[in-house]
């Protein structure tokens, strides 16, 4: 009796079934350009900074004039890269020639209301040149709606 006593027993409320039955992670390819976390306000690219071995410096220096700044490893532990160690983009983040830059939402809205105006303008010039030769005999007419039907079309 003496035995038992003297063994040292953990108390049954310390095991957990979810310890005990822990899932294994199963695997998967890694990705090519890991994406970090969602950040509010602001929207992540890669961005080409070399092709070939060649420097694409004309790229990149667009993308910077367009509001995209590089990021730096250090803000971004969760993608566990190795910072850039040298160079114009020191600390930031590269992968095969793309530097993962970052930009604000609203400049991305700004952008694209800018290229729906010319989009828009573009296409009332189409238009207007297309109904200027109309003639009263053989009249052209301009739709422009689109429908989407689904399934046979009778009912």
């Known amino acids: 009796m003496e035995d038992l006593k003297a063994q040292k027993r953990d108390a049954r409320t310390q095991e957990t079934r979810e310890a005990s039955f822990k899932r294994i992670e199963s695997w998967r390819l890694p990705d090519t350009l890991p994406m970090p976390d ?23 220096s667009s993308k910077l004039r367009e509001g995209y700044e590089p990021v730096k490893a250090e803000d971004y532990p969760e993608l566990m890269t190795n910072p850039v160690s040298d160079g114009q ?46 003639h009263p005999h053989m009249r052209k007419f301009s739709e422009r709606s689109t429908e989407v039907t689904f399934g046979s079309g009778s009912k």
């Not at 890669?46 to 410096?57: C, H, K, M, P, T």
């Not at 993962?100 to 694209?112: A, G």
């Open 38 to 60: 969602e950040r509010p306000g602001w929207k992540h690219r890669y961005i080409r900074v070399e092709s070939l071995g060649q420097s694409d410096a004309r790229n990149i």
């Open 89 to 134: 983009f020191k600390g930031g983040i590269e992968i095969g020639g793309l530097l993962l830059c970052r930009i604000p939402e609203e400049y991305l809205k700004q952008r694209e209301e800018y290229f729906a105006k010319q989009n828009q303008a573009q296409m009332e010039s189409v238009d207007q040149n297309y109904m200027r030769e109309n």
